[in-house]
């Protein structure tokens, strides 16, 4: 059975998906493409279906990846049962996601994973920002899926 890693924010078009696609690649760079399935929701069903914002499509595409086929989808409560690890960008959407969460469910913050982030870093929301806030957003992202892959090489296979 694959592992299954759910990046959440708020309405799914901005951050999370940026998450998504550059945690998919540092999987797949770490040799884990074929274990982990990502996926990414946002706490709210505001943008349900449509594409990722233009502003973190053309970021991701000025850096290499493409986020092209992502449509936001909602995070519902029986996305846990077949999760094993949700990651939130921030503190709101953590509390949010505990609220629905039955025990024992692992939710975190995505930058918990960047060992160089102060305890409790969160990635902001670019949405109100120009363009700098979403290559601030990649950058951050970047590290901690990085940090995330090297801490599912460990967790999956085993030390190397």
Known sequence: MRYHVCLVCLGNICRSPMAEVVLRRSLADH???????VDSAGTSDWHQGGPMDERAAKTLADHGYDGSSHRAAAFSPDRFARTGLVLAMDRENLRALRRRAPAGADIRLLRSFDPAAPEGAE???????????????LEMVEAACEGLAAHLVTRLTGPR
């Open 123 to 137: 990635v902001p929301d670019p949405y109100y920002g120009g363009p700098e806030d979403f290559v601030g957003v």
């Open 31 to 37: 040799g884990l493409g074929d274990l982990v399935t």
